[in-house]
Protein backbone atom coordinates (compact mmCIF):
# COMPACT_ATOMS: atom_id res chain seq x y z
CA UNK A 1 0.00 0.00 0.00
CA UNK A 2 1.42 3.52 -1.23
CA UNK A 3 1.07 6.69 1.25
CA UNK A 4 -1.72 8.11 -1.37
CA UNK A 5 -3.56 5.13 -0.60
CA UNK A 6 -3.11 5.27 3.06
CA UNK A 7 -3.55 8.83 3.40
CA UNK A 8 -7.01 8.33 1.30
CA UNK A 9 -8.18 5.49 3.97
CA UNK A 10 -7.42 8.09 6.79
CA UNK A 11 -9.60 10.93 5.03
CA UNK A 12 -12.29 8.29 4.45
CA UNK A 13 -12.47 7.10 7.95
CA UNK A 14 -13.85 9.53 9.65
CA UNK A 15 -16.66 10.04 6.67
CA UNK A 16 -17.74 6.47 7.60
CA UNK A 17 -17.79 6.22 10.88
CA UNK A 18 -20.18 5.00 12.18
CA UNK A 19 -18.93 6.28 15.63
CA UNK A 20 -16.86 9.20 14.58
CA UNK A 21 -18.84 10.70 11.02
CA UNK A 22 -19.55 14.16 11.52
CA UNK A 23 -23.23 13.56 11.67
CA UNK A 24 -23.23 10.59 14.79
CA UNK A 25 -24.08 11.52 18.18
CA UNK A 26 -22.51 8.03 19.30
CA UNK A 27 -22.08 8.11 23.33
CA UNK A 28 -19.49 5.67 22.62
CA UNK A 29 -17.41 8.16 20.79
CA UNK A 30 -17.59 10.40 23.66
CA UNK A 31 -17.11 7.88 26.33
CA UNK A 32 -13.97 6.74 24.16
CA UNK A 33 -12.38 10.40 23.96
CA UNK A 34 -13.22 11.65 27.53
CA UNK A 35 -11.22 8.40 28.76
CA UNK A 36 -7.90 8.96 26.47
CA UNK A 37 -8.16 12.71 27.51
CA UNK A 38 -7.15 11.32 31.15
CA UNK A 39 -3.65 10.60 29.05
CA UNK A 40 -4.24 14.02 27.61
CA UNK A 41 -4.26 16.14 30.31
CA UNK A 42 -1.39 14.39 32.50
CA UNK A 43 0.99 15.20 29.18
CA UNK A 44 -0.89 18.67 29.33
CA UNK A 45 0.52 18.93 33.05
CA UNK A 46 3.53 17.11 32.62
CA UNK A 47 4.64 19.68 30.38
CA UNK A 48 2.81 22.35 31.56
CA UNK A 49 5.59 24.88 31.34
CA UNK A 50 5.85 24.65 28.02
CA UNK A 51 1.95 25.54 27.20
CA UNK A 52 1.65 28.39 29.68
CA UNK A 53 4.01 30.65 28.19
CA UNK A 54 2.87 29.64 24.34
CA UNK A 55 1.11 33.07 22.67
CA UNK A 56 0.21 30.16 19.75
CA UNK A 57 -0.31 26.32 19.82
CA UNK A 58 -1.36 24.39 16.78
CA UNK A 59 -2.27 20.85 16.72
CA UNK A 60 -1.54 18.37 13.75
CA UNK A 61 -3.19 14.88 12.93
CA UNK A 62 -5.99 16.47 15.58
CA UNK A 63 -8.74 14.57 14.49
CA UNK A 64 -11.77 16.13 16.12
CA UNK A 65 -9.69 18.35 17.72
CA UNK A 66 -10.74 17.21 21.31
CA UNK A 67 -7.55 17.76 22.63
CA UNK A 68 -7.10 21.22 21.24
CA UNK A 69 -10.31 22.06 23.42
CA UNK A 70 -8.88 20.78 26.65
CA UNK A 71 -5.54 23.21 25.62
CA UNK A 72 -7.97 25.98 25.24
CA UNK A 73 -9.58 24.97 28.42
CA UNK A 74 -6.37 25.17 30.11
CA UNK A 75 -5.03 27.97 28.32
CA UNK A 76 -7.85 30.26 27.30
CA UNK A 77 -5.83 33.52 26.56
CA UNK A 78 -4.05 31.00 24.03
CA UNK A 79 -4.37 31.28 20.20
CA UNK A 80 -5.55 27.44 19.57
CA UNK A 81 -5.46 26.28 16.01
CA UNK A 82 -6.35 22.68 14.82
CA UNK A 83 -5.56 20.77 11.82
CA UNK A 84 -6.61 17.15 10.31
CA UNK A 85 -6.05 15.63 7.16
CA UNK A 86 -9.73 15.09 6.92
CA UNK A 87 -12.17 17.45 6.68
CA UNK A 88 -14.72 14.82 8.31
CA UNK A 89 -12.93 15.01 11.13
CA UNK A 90 -12.01 19.10 11.79
CA UNK A 91 -16.39 19.18 11.08
CA UNK A 92 -16.91 17.65 14.39
CA UNK A 93 -15.16 19.88 16.16
CA UNK A 94 -17.96 22.27 17.05
CA UNK A 95 -18.82 18.87 19.19
CA UNK A 96 -16.46 19.15 21.42
CA UNK A 97 -16.52 22.90 21.79
CA UNK A 98 -20.02 22.46 23.04
CA UNK A 99 -18.55 20.07 25.37
CA UNK A 100 -15.58 21.66 26.76
CA UNK A 101 -17.47 24.55 26.65
CA UNK A 102 -14.33 26.78 24.77
CA UNK A 103 -13.90 28.72 20.92
CA UNK A 104 -10.93 27.16 19.16
CA UNK A 105 -9.52 29.93 17.09
CA UNK A 106 -9.32 27.63 14.03
CA UNK A 107 -9.85 24.17 12.48
CA UNK A 108 -9.12 23.47 9.61
CA UNK A 109 -8.42 20.34 6.99
CA UNK A 110 -4.51 19.95 5.74
CA UNK A 111 -1.86 17.39 5.73
CA UNK A 112 0.54 17.62 8.34
CA UNK A 113 3.63 18.13 5.87
CA UNK A 114 2.03 20.86 3.73
CA UNK A 115 0.03 23.64 5.92
CA UNK A 116 -0.95 26.85 4.90
CA UNK A 117 0.75 29.24 7.92
CA UNK A 118 3.27 31.51 7.36
CA UNK A 119 6.67 31.19 8.53
CA UNK A 120 7.30 31.26 12.32
CA UNK A 121 3.54 31.48 13.29
CA UNK A 122 3.46 29.35 16.27
CA UNK A 123 5.07 29.23 19.34
CA UNK A 124 4.02 25.50 19.93
CA UNK A 125 3.30 22.37 17.89
CA UNK A 126 1.90 19.26 19.49
CA UNK A 127 0.74 16.05 18.30
CA UNK A 128 -1.43 13.55 20.51
CA UNK A 129 -1.02 10.11 19.04
CA UNK A 130 -0.85 11.05 16.07
CA UNK A 131 2.49 10.99 14.50
CA UNK A 132 2.70 7.37 13.90
CA UNK A 133 0.49 7.68 11.07
CA UNK A 134 2.03 10.90 9.55
CA UNK A 135 4.34 8.39 7.49
CA UNK A 136 6.38 11.27 5.86
CA UNK A 137 8.21 12.04 8.67
CA UNK A 138 11.29 14.09 7.04
CA UNK A 139 8.65 16.67 5.25
CA UNK A 140 6.33 17.01 8.70
CA UNK A 141 9.36 17.83 10.43
CA UNK A 142 10.66 20.10 8.27
CA UNK A 143 7.15 21.84 8.28
CA UNK A 144 6.97 22.02 11.92
CA UNK A 145 10.62 23.66 11.60
CA UNK A 146 9.19 26.08 8.88
CA UNK A 147 5.91 27.07 10.85
CA UNK A 148 7.59 27.32 14.62
CA UNK A 149 8.62 30.72 15.78
CA UNK A 150 12.58 30.51 16.82
CA UNK A 151 13.09 28.74 20.55
CA UNK A 152 9.56 27.31 19.30
CA UNK A 153 8.73 23.77 20.87
CA UNK A 154 6.93 20.31 19.27
CA UNK A 155 5.62 17.95 21.35
CA UNK A 156 5.18 14.57 20.50
CA UNK A 157 3.15 13.23 22.82
CA UNK A 158 1.97 9.32 23.59
CA UNK A 159 3.28 8.03 20.90
CA UNK A 160 3.69 4.04 19.92
CA UNK A 161 7.68 3.61 19.78
CA UNK A 162 9.86 0.71 19.25
CA UNK A 163 13.56 -0.06 18.45
CA UNK A 164 13.93 -0.90 14.38
CA UNK A 165 14.75 -4.94 15.36
CA UNK A 166 11.12 -5.37 16.99
CA UNK A 167 9.53 -2.62 14.29
CA UNK A 168 8.19 -5.28 12.36
CA UNK A 169 6.16 -7.51 15.46
CA UNK A 170 5.34 -4.09 16.65
CA UNK A 171 3.72 -3.00 13.66
CA UNK A 172 1.84 -6.25 13.70
CA UNK A 173 0.52 -6.05 16.85
CA UNK A 174 -1.27 -2.73 16.72
CA UNK A 175 -2.66 -3.22 13.03
CA UNK A 176 -4.37 -6.52 15.03
CA UNK A 177 -5.96 -4.33 17.19
CA UNK A 178 -7.23 -1.48 15.10
CA UNK A 179 -7.49 -3.15 11.32
CA UNK A 180 -10.04 -0.30 9.87
CA UNK A 181 -7.04 2.53 9.14
CA UNK A 182 -3.50 1.35 8.90
CA UNK A 183 -1.25 1.74 12.03
CA UNK A 184 2.36 2.49 11.95
CA UNK A 185 5.15 2.91 15.15
CA UNK A 186 7.38 5.41 15.45
CA UNK A 187 10.85 4.17 15.39
CA UNK A 188 11.88 7.18 17.81
CA UNK A 189 15.63 6.69 16.66
CA UNK A 190 15.01 7.42 13.45
CA UNK A 191 12.55 10.58 14.27
CA UNK A 192 15.37 11.86 16.48
CA UNK A 193 18.12 11.59 12.80
CA UNK A 194 15.95 13.44 10.77
CA UNK A 195 15.45 16.11 13.45
CA UNK A 196 18.94 16.34 14.02
CA UNK A 197 19.58 16.61 10.07
CA UNK A 198 17.12 19.35 9.83
CA UNK A 199 18.98 21.29 12.61
CA UNK A 200 16.13 20.79 15.35
CA UNK A 201 17.25 19.70 18.73
CA UNK A 202 15.29 16.61 20.38
CA UNK A 203 14.58 14.48 23.58
CA UNK A 204 12.81 11.55 23.78
CA UNK A 205 10.99 10.39 27.31
CA UNK A 206 9.81 7.29 27.85
CA UNK A 207 6.41 7.20 29.58
CA UNK A 208 4.91 4.02 30.21
CA UNK A 209 1.58 5.19 31.73
CA UNK A 210 -0.66 3.38 32.89
CA UNK A 211 -3.54 5.42 32.34
CA UNK A 212 -6.43 3.89 29.95
CA UNK A 213 -4.94 0.63 29.97
CA UNK A 214 -6.59 -2.56 29.29
CA UNK A 215 -5.46 -5.27 31.92
CA UNK A 216 -3.11 -7.15 29.55
CA UNK A 217 -1.60 -3.67 28.62
CA UNK A 218 -1.41 -2.23 32.31
CA UNK A 219 0.65 -5.37 33.20
CA UNK A 220 2.82 -5.14 30.58
CA UNK A 221 3.83 -0.91 31.15
CA UNK A 222 3.68 -1.82 35.15
CA UNK A 223 6.32 -4.70 33.84
CA UNK A 224 8.21 -1.50 31.76
CA UNK A 225 7.93 0.88 34.92
CA UNK A 226 9.42 -1.68 37.55
CA UNK A 227 12.35 -2.38 34.92
CA UNK A 228 13.32 0.88 33.29
CA UNK A 229 16.02 -0.48 30.97
CA UNK A 230 13.24 -2.28 29.07
CA UNK A 231 11.67 0.92 27.90
CA UNK A 232 14.66 0.96 25.62
CA UNK A 233 14.25 -2.11 24.12
CA UNK A 234 11.00 -2.88 24.03
CA UNK A 235 7.85 -1.17 22.24
CA UNK A 236 7.15 1.75 24.76
CA UNK A 237 5.04 5.05 24.38
CA UNK A 238 7.36 7.93 24.19
CA UNK A 239 6.81 11.78 24.60
CA UNK A 240 8.91 13.30 21.84
CA UNK A 241 11.01 17.21 22.67
CA UNK A 242 11.46 18.94 19.66
CA UNK A 243 13.30 22.40 20.04
CA UNK A 244 13.70 25.33 17.10
CA UNK A 245 16.90 26.97 18.03
Known amino acids: MNIAEKEAIEIDFWKASDIESPESQSIV ?12 VEKLQAFGPIFSGAGSILELGGGQGWASCIVKRF ?15 VASLPKWEHVYQVKIEEGLACRSYSTPFPDNS ?3 IFVYCAAHHFIRHRSVLREIKRVLRPDGTALYL ?11 LACLRVNR ?7 DVIRFREIESIAKDLGLTVETHFAPSLINRGPAETI ?12 KVLPCSVDMVIRKG
Not at 162 to 167: D, E, G, H, S
Not at 177 to 183: A, G
Not at 220 to 230: A, D, S, T, V
Open 122 to 124: FDV
Open 158 to 168: HEPACRAYIYR
Open 177 to 183: RRPEVPE
Open 29 to 40: NILTKCAEARVF
Open 220 to 231: YYLGLRCLPFLQ
Open 75 to 89: YPAARVVTTDISPAA
